[in-house]
């Protein structure tokens, strides 16, 4: 009986040092983020997107049909919600409801983005849906951030155009941002969004840390439920979460920056306010 125990034994020590290591290995592998963006108007198939394997990150349409659903589904599944944030495009393209554009009065632009997060509850962060033409304006984006510092929320920039600052402006507020990389399925051919993946993945590997969008097209759901179960496995990359990729980025929350925290939010609240001042004389000589 002896030997086979010893064996045994040495099989078990064995096995917990292969975990160990893999286990601590999987901390300084690259890092992916994943955002399924435009979710809420199908249940379906948002539900769909929120069963993919891995921690990817959900950004939701505020007020649309299924936002409430999906989010709350999202929650009981231990995956990350966010708020879509829907903006003014070049294109002159409908955004959908609780649209924000430069041709709001700066309370209701205000009271537009906190209706909007808080149309989406357990959201953590916020990323802009569309907004080619909204984010090049730091005004607005002043106006955004100080709603994103109010919740505490993270930022993600969408980069729905290169004149964007809303990255830049999050930063100048110390609020806590990632910007998006890749598009994975600009091109909705299963081969474009494969070569857009790997994409992501060099990025990732350059980098430490890549930020790659998606939709739920029904050829992206499955190119990503065929590659998400064996990712960290075949690409030595790990999926984490918006939250856990700022928390990687930043480090974790020392005393210090939630001191700067208070500061950050009188910082953009003083920021709303002398925007504030400018905005209401015209509109009230105007009215
Ligand atoms: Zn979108």
Redesign the pocket.
């Known amino acids: 009986m002896r030997p086979s125990v010893l064996a045994l034994t040495r099989y078990l020590v064995l096995g917990l040092a292969v975990a160990l290591s893999s286990a601590l290995a999987a901390q300084d592998l690259p890092i992916v983020v994943i955002v399924m ?2 979710l809420g108007n199908n249940q379906t198939v948002g539900k769909r997107a929120l069963d993919l394997q891995g921690d990817l990150t959900y ?1 939701i ?1 505020p007020n649309t049909p299924s936002a409430k659903v999906l989010a709350r589904y999202a929650h009981a599944n231990g995956k990350e919600v966010i708020v ?1 944030a ?1 903006m003014a495009s070049e294109r002159q393209l409908d955004p959908g409801p609780g649209a924000l554009s430069d041709q709001l009065g700066h309370s209701e632009f205000l009271a537009t983005v906190r209706g909007n997060i808080k149309a989406i509850p357990y959201a953590r962060g916020l990323n ?3 907004g080619s033409a909204l984010t090049p304006i730091p005004e607005f984006m002043g106006l955004l951030m100080a709603v994103v510092a109010e919740n505490d929320l993270y930022f993600i920039d ?1 980069r729905t155009s290169a004149k964007t600052v809303a990255a830049n402006v999050a930063e100048h507020f110390q609020i806590k941002n990632l910007s998006r990389d890749v598009f994975l399925d600009h091109d909705r051919s299963l081969p474009a969004i494969d070569a857009a993946f790997q994409r992501l993945l060099t990025l990732a590997r350059r980098n430490g840390i890549a930020v790659g969008t998606a ?1 739920p097209y029904p050829t992206t759901l499955k190119y990503l439920e065929t590659v998400l179960p064996k990712l960290q496995a075949n690409e030595q990359v790990q999926l984490v979460s918006g939250s856990q990729a700022i928390r990687a980025r930043y480090g974790s929350e020392t005393n210090e920056t939630k001191s700067s925290l208070a500061a950050k939010h009188a910082g953009a609240v003083s920021y709303v306010s002398n925007a504030a001042a400018a905005d209401a004389l015209p509109e009230n000589v105007n009215r």
């Open positions: 963006d435009d950004a349409l879509h829907p802009n849906h569309m969408s939709h």
